[in-house]
C-alpha cells in the first residue's frame, strides 16, 4: 500500500464529490422539476440542473463554496497506514486545493488569517469508526456555509416528545428560508446528548435521496416532514413554489430520561459527497460515482 | 413576468420600469462585493477617498468566486452569489453613496435596503444560489481585481459579462418585495402544516 496511492485516491474523491452530484440528488431534483407548479420555481430548479450538467462535463466546481472538507472513515482493523491517514488526508486536501480547485476556506476565528489551502487547526475534521476487515472506506463530505448556518441544536423535554420534534424542524426550516438555498435535504438526529444528536444528524447527510429507515415508525416521520415542508410554499432559493426540501433522514439514539435533544443538520441542493473503498492490497472502487 | 436584456451602465429610468418576477439578463461591467468590501466602500466614501472603481449604473454581485491565475491573468472558475442578508447593514447607504442600479445575489434583503431601492432607483435581482459554472459561463473576463489584501472571496472583482442571469427580480424599485411575499404567505399556512403534522 502506497502513500501516494491513498492521497491521489483522496484528491480524485475530492474532485467527484464536488464536481459531480450524486445521481440520486439529481433525480432528486429532476423529479421535483417534473412535479413544480410554480413558474419561477421552475426556472430556478432548470438553472440548477443546467448547472449540475455543466460542472459534471467541464468537472469544476457545481459552486463557488466548495465547503469546509469533512471526512467519514469506516476503517477495518487490519488496515495498514491507519495512524498516517490524517496527514495523507491533509496532503490532499492540500493538493485538491491548488489542483481542482476549491475556494480557500479555512479562516482562524481567532486571527481572521487564511492560510490558503483549506486545512488548519481540526481542519480537515474526521470522523472515524473502526470496523472489522481489512477495508477502508472514505466519504467526503464537502460542507457548505450557507446550509450550515441554518443547523439548529434543539434541547426540548420529554414532555414536547415527538410533537415538539416536528415543531422544532417545521419552525427552524420556515425560520431559514431562502438561505439554505432550497431545495435542502434535511438530517436529524434524535436522542443521546446534545453532541450526539448533532452528530447523527450530519451523518444523515451521507444516506441517498430516496431512502427511507427500515424502521417504519421513522420511516413514516420522515415522510410527514418532508410533505410538511414542501407544503410551507418557501420553494426554490426561497422564491415560492412546491419544491423546498428533496428528503428528510431521521436516526434516534436513547435518550436521558430528563432530555429530549433534537439536532438538525441542513445541506443545500448542492448535496455533494462521494465516497470509496480502499482494499488492503490497493485497489480502489468508487461508490458513489462511475469512473472509468 | 417580462424579460429585458440590460447593458450597464443602466439608468434609473430603465430601473424603475422593472417589476418583481421579471427577468433580467445584465451585459456589460459588475463587480463583487461582499461583508468586507461594503465595509471598506463605505469608510473611503466617509473619508471622501475616490473609490477605485465608478459604482454608477453598474451592478453589484455578492459572491465569493473561485478564480485562478494564469500566465495570461485572472480567469474564473466559479463565481455563483452568496447570502446576501449579510450585507444588509450596507446596501441602502452603498445604493445612495454609489449609486448602484442592480444587487445581486441570493436569499433577498431587507426593508431597509428596499426603502432606498426606492428611493434611488435599484432593484434586487436574485441569481440562482450555487449555480457557480452558469454564473462564470456568461463572465467573459476579468477586468481587473482590487482590494485583494481582503482574500480571494472578498476582494473586488471587476467583470465583463454577456448576458450574465437569469436574475428574477425579487425587490423592484416601486417596494415590492418577492421574498416577503413568499414569508407573508408562508406564515399564513404554518397553523395548517402544524395541524396537518399532528402538532
Given at each position: 500500500?502506497?502513500?501516494?496511492?491513498?492521497?491521489?485516491?483522496?484528491?480524485?474523491?475530492?474532485?467527484?464529490?464536488?464536481?459531480?452530484?450524486?445521481?440520486?440528488?439529481?433525480?432528486?431534483?429532476?423529479?421535483?422539476?417534473?412535479?413544480?407548479?410554480?413558474?419561477?420555481?421552475?426556472?430556478?430548479?432548470?438553472?440548477?440542473?443546467?448547472?449540475?450538467?455543466?460542472?459534471?462535463?467541464?468537472?469544476?466546481?457545481?459552486?463557488?463554496?466548495?465547503?469546509?472538507?469533512?471526512?467519514?472513515?469506516?476503517?477495518?482493523?487490519?488496515?495498514?497506514?491507519?495512524?498516517?491517514?490524517?496527514?495523507?488526508?491533509?496532503?490532499?486536501?492540500?493538493?485538491?486545493?491548488?489542483?481542482?480547485?476549491?475556494?480557500?476556506?479555512?479562516?482562524?476565528?481567532?486571527?481572521?488569517?487564511?492560510?490558503?489551502?483549506?486545512?488548519?487547526?481540526?481542519?480537515?475534521?474526521?470522523?472515524?469508526?473502526?470496523?472489522?476487515?481489512?477495508?477502508?472506506?472514505?466519504?467526503?463530505?464537502?460542507?457548505?456555509?450557507?446550509?450550515?448556518?441554518?443547523?439548529?441544536?434543539?434541547?426540548?423535554?420529554?414532555?414536547?416528545?415527538?410533537?415538539?420534534?416536528?415543531?422544532?424542524?417545521?419552525?427552524?426550516?420556515?425560520?431559514?428560508?431562502?438561505?439554505?438555498?432550497?431545495?435542502?435535504?434535511?438530517?436529524?438526529?434524535?436522542?443521546?446528548?446534545?453532541?450526539?444528536?448533532?452528530?447523527?444528524?450530519?451523518?444523515?447527510?451521507?444516506?441517498?435521496?430516496?431512502?427511507?429507515?427500515?424502521?417504519?415508525?421513522?420511516?413514516?416521520?420522515?415522510?410527514?416532514?418532508?410533505?410538511?415542508?414542501?407544503?410551507?410554499?418557501?420553494?426554490?432559493?426561497?422564491?415560492?413554489?412546491?419544491?423546498?426540501?428533496?428528503?428528510?433522514?431521521?436516526?434516534?439514539?436513547?435518550?436521558?430520561?430528563?432530555?429530549?435533544?433534537?439536532?438538525?443538520?441542513?445541506?443545500?441542493?448542492?448535496?455533494?459527497?462521494?465516497?470509496?473503498?480502499?482494499?488492503?492490497?490497493?485497489?480502489?472502487?468508487?461508490?458513489?460515482?462511475?469512473?472509468? | 413576468?417580462?424579460?429585458?436584456?440590460?447593458?450597464?451602465?443602466?439608468?434609473?429610468?430603465?430601473?424603475?420600469?422593472?417589476?418583481?418576477?421579471?427577468?433580467?439578463?445584465?451585459?456589460?461591467?459588475?463587480?463583487?462585493?461582499r461583508d468586507e468590501a461594503h465595509e471598506?466602500?463605505?469608510?473611503?466614501?466617509?473619508?471622501?477617498?475616490?473609490?477605485?472603481?465608478?459604482?454608477?449604473?453598474?451592478?453589484?454581485?455578492?459572491?465569493?468566486?473561485?478564480?485562478?491565475?494564469?500566465?495570461?491573468?485572472?480567469?474564473?472558475?466559479?463565481?455563483?452569489?452568496?447570502?446576501?442578508?449579510r450585507m444588509?447593514?450596507f446596501?441602502?447607504?452603498?445604493?445612495?453613496?454609489?449609486?448602484?442600479?442592480?444587487?445581486?445575489?441570493?436569499?433577498?434583503?431587507?426593508?431597509?435596503?428596499?426603502?432606498?431601492?426606492?428611493?434611488?432607483?435599484?432593484?434586487?435581482?436574485?441569481?440562482?444560489?450555487?449555480?457557480?459554472?452558469?454564473?462564470?459561463?456568461?463572465?467573459?473576463?476579468?477586468?481587473?481585481?482590487?482590494?485583494?489584501?481582503?482574500?480571494?472571496?472578498e476582494?473586488?472583482?471587476?467583470?465583463?459579462?454577456?448576458?450574465?442571469?437569469?436574475?428574477?427580480?425579487?425587490?423592484?424599485?416601486?417596494?415590492?418585495?418577492?421574498?416577503?411575499?413568499?414569508?407573508?404567505?408562508?406564515?399564513?399556512?404554518?397553523?395548517?402544516?402544524?395541524?396537518?403534522?399532528?402538532?
Amino acid at each position: 500500500m502506497q502513500v501516494s496511492f491513498l492521497e491521489d485516491t483522496i484528491v480524485t474523491l475530492l474532485r467527484l464529490a464536488v464536481t459531480d452530484l450524486p445521481q440520486d440528488v439529481s433525480k432528486g431534483l429532476e423529479q421535483a422539476l417534473e412535479k413544480e407548479r410554480n413558474k419561477t420555481a421552475k426556472s430556478q430548479l432548470g438553472s440548477i440542473l443546467e448547472n449540475v450538467s455543466l460542472a459534471r462535463k467541464q468537472s469544476i466546481p457545481m459552486c463557488q463554496d466548495t465547503g469546509i472538507q469533512i471526512f467519514y472513515l469506516n476503517v477495518g482493523s487490519k488496515f495498514p497506514l491507519i495512524d498516517k491517514l490524517p496527514i495523507i488526508i491533509k496532503r490532499a486536501v492540500q493538493r485538491a486545493t491548488k489542483e481542482i480547485p476549491l475556494r480557500p476556506n479555512t479562516v482562524n476565528p481567532i486571527l481572521h488569517k487564511n492560510p490558503g489551502d483549506n486545512t488548519g487547526l481540526h481542519i480537515p475534521w474526521i470522523n472515524w469508526k473502526i470496523v472489522e476487515g481489512s477495508d477502508l472506506e472514505i466519504i467526503a463530505l464537502p460542507k457548505g456555509g450557507g446550509s450550515e448556518n441554518v443547523c439548529q441544536l434543539g434541547m426540548l423535554t420529554p414532555g414536547q416528545g415527538l410533537k415538539g420534534m416536528k415543531q422544532f424542524v417545521i419552525d427552524s426550516v420556515i425560520a431559514s428560508g431562502a438561505k439554505p438555498c432550497p431545495p435542502t435535504i434535511l438530517g436529524i438526529g434524535i436522542g443521546g446528548g446534545a453532541d450526539i444528536c448533532m452528530k447523527i444528524a450530519k451523518e444523515q447527510l451521507l444516506k441517498p435521496v430516496g431512502q427511507r429507515h427500515a424502521n417504519p415508525k421513522i420511516a413514516e416521520l420522515e415522510e410527514e416532514l418532508l410533505s410538511a415542508i414542501n407544503r410551507t410554499g418557501i420553494g426554490p432559493m426561497g422564491l415560492g413554489g412546491d419544491t423546498t426540501c428533496l428528503d428528510v433522514h431521521i436516526d434516534v439514539a436513547m435518550r436521558h430520561p430528563a432530555s429530549f435533544p433534537v439536532g438538525l443538520a441542513v445541506q443545500c441542493w448542492a448535496a455533494r459527497r462521494a465516497s470509496v473503498l480502499i482494499t488492503k492490497d490497493g485497489r480502489a472502487q468508487f461508490i458513489t460515482h462511475k469512473v472509468d | 413576468m417580462t424579460t429585458y436584456n440590460l447593458t450597464t451602465p443602466i439608468s434609473e429610468e430603465t430601473i424603475r420600469s422593472l417589476r418583481v418576477n421579471d427577468i433580467v439578463y445584465i451585459t456589460g461591467t459588475i463587480f463583487t462585493a461582499r461583508d468586507e468590501a461594503h465595509e471598506r466602500a463605505l469608510e473611503w466614501f466617509e473619508a471622501k477617498k475616490k473609490l477605485p472603481i465608478n459604482p454608477s449604473g453598474l451592478c453589484v454581485f455578492h459572491c465569493g468566486p473561485i478564480v485562478r491565475e494564469t500566465d495570461t491573468g485572472w480567469e474564473v472558475v466559479a463565481a455563483g452569489p452568496t447570502t446576501s442578508t449579510r450585507m444588509e447593514m450596507f446596501e441602502d447607504k452603498f445604493i445612495e453613496a454609489f449609486g448602484v442600479r442592480v444587487i445581486i445575489g441570493k436569499g433577498g434583503m431587507g426593508f431597509k435596503t428596499a426603502a432606498a431601492m426606492k428611493k434611488f432607483g435599484a432593484v434586487y435581482g436574485a441569481f440562482t444560489g450555487g449555480a457557480a459554472v452558469l454564473a462564470a459561463k456568461t463572465i467573459r473576463r476579468i477586468i481587473n481585481v482590487e482590494w485583494l489584501d481582503l482574500g480571494m472571496p472578498e476582494a473586488l472583482w471587476i467583470m465583463e459579462v454577456e448576458k450574465f442571469g437569469p436574475l428574477i427580480i425579487s425587490i423592484d424599485s416601486t417596494g415590492e418585495n418577492l421574498f416577503e411575499m413568499v414569508n407573508t404567505s408562508v406564515e399564513k399556512r404554518r397553523a395548517e402544516i402544524y395541524k396537518q403534522a399532528g402538532i
